[in-house]
């Protein structure tokens, strides 16, 4: 190319012309009739003779231009074309140089009639595996385009392609000047080396009770029982989310297959991934998809598989704690958003500090349970010492599962949920405890802390509340809570941001 450029010398215009060898084959259609093998030769031309004779012979549409514009050519050698054919997709062809002439490796076309769309001849700076910085040396232009005046082939280009014959489609080329794209007639975008990689998914839903997720696609797999607990395949989907953009959705059938999530990485670049995971689960009568948990990374998926190269989850804690899946979410817990909440007996007489009757939870056919739990009295306790509540009055309620902290007010969240739920599971630890001392050692753990005075009806801390205390600090943080333990569930002053009501919660099978 270097050869080809220094011969090129005009005062006002260097124009370069490459009679291009032009054949192509592509994707084979017919697989009765061969595919041709192409190739490009790339031939200098005598610019001034040239210039000249084209604007003597009137093929030089704008003859004027020669006068007033000025296109530069680069010096760099050419070491690969991209074109672009019937309408797909940028293809890439490498240069080489024989002699100092350029030629291109050979592509194919099926015989027939084509219509080139783009041209474009490329430097790669001398940094071949770096493509950041490669020069866009020249163009065929685009009709109607102002350099399209310059050349005698514009595009789009057709051209036939003949059965058992090389097939030569002579090209002029532009060099190219980036302050003068739009002459060309097209906006250059960089191109970037795009990796498909791939990830697979599976996930298992510990179910309860099966009669809560009948007419579910849950209740049309294979091994499904119509009662009682079952380890049912998850049915889920996960989004593919780039740079903060949805980009694709993927998801399996009520059978609960693994899921193969494709994505696709761009090389030169960094990519900011998530993959945002929702379960089909049961919300009141209903069942829909319910967002869980987010893996978030850079280009190359780190989200640690399994053995099988497989990304598994667990919704509801029931796997081998020898072989534990590759994230472990709380069991899921049937809840409505809101309830009715009114303290209708303190001292409380169902074994907590105060009684509460939860009124205002919807119900199905018959007065049926449709959450796992609906209207009626329980027996609750108040998770702040501080912050007043008013017996007999009705409060409008936002009701949480303290297993997931990152749904609850920012104001709510705090690792003593887990050392609460971790007492309620080991209470057989306690031989002889009473309700004061499960209601001083929730005090303990508020801000600010209960100092161990009397207060309302719990007498002074007992040496049992501090040993509760002691060993929920112990075995507390982290603690899964299993099938058929025990979960708090808290309600909260409906849009509070703050504990201006005192917040309660009472003990339920999740």
């Not at 007033?68 to 062809?93: P, Q």
């Not at 899921?259 to 929702?278: R, W």
């Not at 409380?348 to 205002?360: E, F, I, K, P, R």
Request: charged share 15%; proline share 5%; net charge negative.
């Amino acid at each position: 190319m270097k050869n080809y450029l220094k011969n090129f010398k005009i005062r006002h215009l260097w124009l370069s012309l490459f009679l291009i060898s032009f054949i192509l084959t592509q994707c084979k259609k017919d697989p009765s009739v061969p595919l041709q093998d192409v190739s490009f030769n790339i031939n200098s031309v005598n610019q001034s003779a040239k210039t000249t004779a084209a604007v003597q012979s009137g093929e030089l549409r704008n003859a004027r231009s020669l006068e007033t514009d000025t296109i530069i050519c680069s010096s760099l050698a050419a070491n690969y074309v991209k074109y672009k054919v019937d309408g797909g997709g940028f293809r890439v062809i490498p240069v080489f140089y024989v002699d100092g002439i350029p030629y291109t490796s050979s592509i194919k076309l099926q015989p027939g009639n084509h219509n080139l769309n783009e041209f474009l001849v490329y430097s790669d700076n001398q940094t071949p595996k770096d493509s950041t910085d490669d020069v866009l040396l020249s163009a065929v232009p685009h009709t109607g385009a102002i350099f399209a005046s310059y050349a005698r082939t514009n595009l789009d280009y057709s051209f036939t392609v003949s059965t058992d014959k090389k097939t030569d489609v002579n090209l002029d080329v532009v060099c190219y000047t980036p302050a003068k794209y739009l002459n060309f007639g097209f906006v250059y975008f960089q191109l970037s080396p795009l990796v498909i990689r791939s990830q697979w998914f599976f996930g298992d839903f510990c179910i309860k009770d099966a009669t809560h997720f009948a007419g579910s696609g849950y209740s049309q797999q294979t091994n499904w029982v119509a009662s009682g607990f079952i380890d049912a395949p998850a049915i889920f989907k996960i989004e593919v989310w780039r740079n903060g953009v949805l980009e694709n959705t993927f998801q399996n059938s009520n059978q609960g297959e693994k899921v193969l999530v494709n994505y696709g990485d761009y090389q030169l670049s960094t990519d900011n991934f998530e993959f945002k995971l929702y379960i089909l689960v049961n919300q009141g009568s209903k069942f829909v998809y319910t967002y869980f948990n987010s893996w978030k990374f850079n280009d190359i998926s780190n989200i640690k598989p399994n053995s099988n190269n497989v990304v598994d989850f667990v919704l509801g804690n029931c796997y081998d704690p020898s072989n534990p899946p590759s994230l472990i979410l709380p069991p899921w817990m049937n809840l409505p958003a809101t309830a009715t909440y009114t303290i209708t007996a303190y001292p409380s007489v169902l074994g907590g500090y105060v009684d509460a009757t939860l009124t205002n939870i919807a119900s199905g056919t018959g007065g049926s349970a449709i959450y796992d739990f609906s209207n009626g009295v329980f027996a609750s306790n108040c998770a702040d010492h501080s912050t007043e509540i008013t017996v007999g009055t009705s409060y409008n309620m936002d009701v949480y599962s303290s297993l997931y902290q990152s749904l609850l007010p920012a104001y709510l969240q705090s690792a003593k949920w887990e050392k609460i739920n971790w007492l309620y599971n080991h209470l057989d630890w306690y031989s002889g405890y009473n309700w004061y001392d499960i209601q001083g050692f929730i005090w303990l753990y508020d801000n600010p802390v209960w100092d161990g005075s009397a207060l309302g009806t719990v007498p002074a801390i007992t040496a049992l509340t501090k040993k509760m205390k002691s060993d929920a600090d112990t075995y507390g943080p982290g603690y899964k809570v299993l099938p058929g333990g025990w979960v708090s569930v808290i309600f909260a002053l409906h849009g509070a941001t703050s504990p201006t009501v005192q917040t309660m919660f009472v003990r339920l099978d999740p």
